[in-house]
């Protein structure tokens, strides 16, 4: 399905991240994992699952982070396949490790670093990989969705909302290109939350583990262009289907 292509994926040192990463190297993809975080777990699991991969360190947030990114995979490889939106500062108040102030108390600062970590890094990654994809006349962009109707979660859901209308503008502007843009949310239907390596103890108990994620990104990075621009999931059997 990916056999030689090369995947970035962005905030990918633990996580949904990094299980995603290992998708893809089952698929014997080129597999580039990028973080602000230290890379050295998820590039173990590559290097026992015997892929063909880079670790580069990046601040989605830094222009010249991202430049740098997008570069030495070029030198490297000389294309860019699918980039996988993924970095992102997430609530994860279905762990029970508290909620975000409302937005009368809100710091500024903390509404300003998630805004430009969610969105700005998705700008940020998608505006420096779109002229390589354009050269190819090809690519997959995906970025990641979710959402938290809590009280407390104003940035990060006003974030993946906008994102959801970045997808959009990206497939007007990229449709001559055969570039396709998706949004997906990494739960399966039903499933609310999910419990990664780093969650603490009693939620991981309770919730499922990141294995739910299943192949959900790599049958995403095949959506044809009649999906381009809008949310998407897919179901069990591997279909994709259409949000809006």
Known sequence: M??????IITGSGGGIGRYVA?????????????????????????????????AIPADVTNVDSVRNLVDT??????????????????THFQWGTGVWPRIAELDPAFWDKVIRTNLGGCFNCTRYVLPHMEAQRSGHIINMMGGSNAVGGSPYQVSKTAIAQFTHHIALEERDYNICAVAIGPNPPGITGIATEDAPAEAR?????????????????????????????????????ALD
């Open 2 to 7: 990916h056999e030689g292509k090369v995947v």
């Open 22 to 54: 290992k998708t893809f190297a089952r698929q014997r993809a080129k597999v580039v994992v990028s973080d602000i975080k230290p890379l050295d777990n998820v590039s173990k699991d590559l290097e026992e699952a015997e892929a063909e991969y880079l």
């Open 73 to 90: 995979v070029m030198d490297k490889y000389g294309r860019i396949d699918v980039l996988d939106n993924n970095a992102a500062i997430v």
């Open 205 to 241: 108990a309770r919730m499922r583990n990141v294995d739910v994620v299943g192949d959900r990104f790599v049958i995403a990075a095949t959506a044809p262009m009649e999906f381009s621009g809008k949310r998407i999931d897919v179901r069990e059997d591997g279909t994709i289907v």
